[in-house]
């Protein structure tokens, strides 16, 4: 950062750090206020949505939309309000004195009056090639988005935590079969939890098992199964795959400055998208560990672009 010369940087009154449905709500609000928003979309523009195909629980898509399609829209209203979008990655910043300091690719110099942080959390994978090749062809990491897609079908979920608990029973919802996939002998997950699991008849639950492959050309056709004990192979015929092994939020450039929970997303106040941080403000998947949802995403972005607009008007009112 001391190598950066900030004397001729660009000054924007709003730095919006991510895109996603939060990031580009944000811009679009902040937008409409006249606050000319620089966006900085990161190495993920348009977020999580991306690696989605059918999106059909967004509210004014009645018969669905495509991920990316989406989040094109996002942007396209963002633009026309007069949000300046800008391909680029933070690499480094300095919240310990306004106006902000922010380096996009180590080496762009900008100044910031307020910062909105939209940087999203990522979902954690087995990391299997073809269990990313067939990402958004049945498999995935949310089930409360995709489960409906898979409707008297049989499908399987990884994990043991309460999460992996709460999704495998969402899937029975629509799933003729539920497979939990679990490497060890006992889930993590709390015991109300675990108890609905395996009282639930529609899931069968595979002990000290875990996914070595999965298989399909152009959607998943099953998966291959181990033995943690005793190394059996087997195959198990499934049309879903989905991964609840947890989530990373992508906070970790800012945890000199903002305060974090033990998993890292970032901590707000109560009822606000403030930060510790006066100026500072987060919303989507980088503060939210509870719903992740596209619609809950971009309401935390509105949320923060009002927060902005009303703490920088308090600034030149004070």
Known sequence: MEAIDFSSADHRKVV??????????????????????????????????????????????????????????????????????????????DLSERPFKLVVDEEMPILADTVIVSTGASAMYLGLENEARLLGHGVSAC???????????????????????????????????????????????????????????????????????????????????????????????????FVAIGHKPNTEIFSEYLERDETGYLITKPDSTYTNIAGVFACGDAQDHVYRQAITAAGTGCMAAIDAERWLADQEEG
């Open 16 to 93: 919006v750090v991510g895109t996603g449905p939060a990031g580009l709500t944000a811009a679009i609000y902040s937008a409409r206020a006249n606050l000319k928003p620089l966006v900085i979309q990161g190495p993920e523009p348009g977020g999580q949505l991306i690696t989605t195909t059918d999106v059909e629980n967004y509210p004014g898509f009645p018969e669905g939309i495509m991920g990316p399609d989406m989040m094109q829209k996002f942007e396209a209203q963002a633009e026309r309000f007069g949000a300046e979008l800008q391909w680029g990655m933070v690499t480094s910043v």
């Open 143 to 241: 089930a409360t988005c995709d489960g409906a897609f898979f409707r008297e079908q049989e499908v399987a979920i990884v994990g043991g935590g309460d999460t992996a608990m709460e999704e495998a029973l969402f899937l029975t919802r629509f799933a003729s079969k539920v497979y939990v996939i679990h490497r060890r002998d006992a889930f993590r997950a709390s015991k109300i939890m675990a108890g609905r699991v395996l009282e639930n008849e529609k899931i069968e639950v595979l002990w000290n098992t875990v996914v070595e492959d999965v298989l399909g050309e152009k959607e998943v056709e099953g998966i291959i199964l181990k033995d943690s004990i005793t190394g059996e192979g087997r195959t198990l015929p499934v049309q879903g795959l």
